[in-house]
């Protein structure tokens, strides 16, 4: 399994725009990569994935219009711009490695997670 870190968290206000950055131990060029959130008392969801081409993106309707994965796989990284950034949007921010042959946010087809980074979005 990789081994990921996330970065870029923090406390912003509502419009505000931040980027998360993924970095990884190793290449990321076999798995599909996903940025998932959580919030306590509610299940992980995964808001966007990439395929291992980059060609390929799905988002969360909730965030759709708003966030965009992209990756650079010869940086082993992965990235998350957020922007218009809302109240409801404040989680902890988990990247995550997925071996499944095609995009996926089913957060149980990812099997590496990194520790999380927290978003916090005031109004």
């Known amino acids: 399994q990789v081994q990921l870190v996330e970065s870029g968290g923090g406390l912003v206000q509502a419009g505000d725009s931040l980027r998360l950055s993924c970095a990884a131990s190793?290449?990321?060029?076999?798995?599909?990569m996903g940025w998932a959130r959580q919030v306590p008392g509610k299940e992980r969801e995964v808001v966007a994935t990439?395929?291992?081409?980059?060609?390929?993106?799905s988002y969360a309707a909730s965030v759709r219009g708003r966030f965009a994965i992209s990756r650079d796989d010869d940086e082993n990284a992965v990235y998350l711009q957020m922007n218009n950034l809302k109240p409801e949007d404040t989680a902890i921010y988990y990247c995550?490695?997925?071996?499944?042959?095609?995009?996926?946010?089913?957060?149980?087809?990812?099997?590496?997670w990194g520790q999380g980074t927290q978003v916090t979005v005031s109004s």
């Open positions: 190793g290449t990321l060029k076999n798995y599909i």
């Open positions: 990439i395929s291992r081409s980059g060609t390929s993106t």
């Open positions: 995550a490695a997925s071996r499944v042959y095609i995009i996926t946010t089913n957060a149980r087809d990812y099997d590496s």
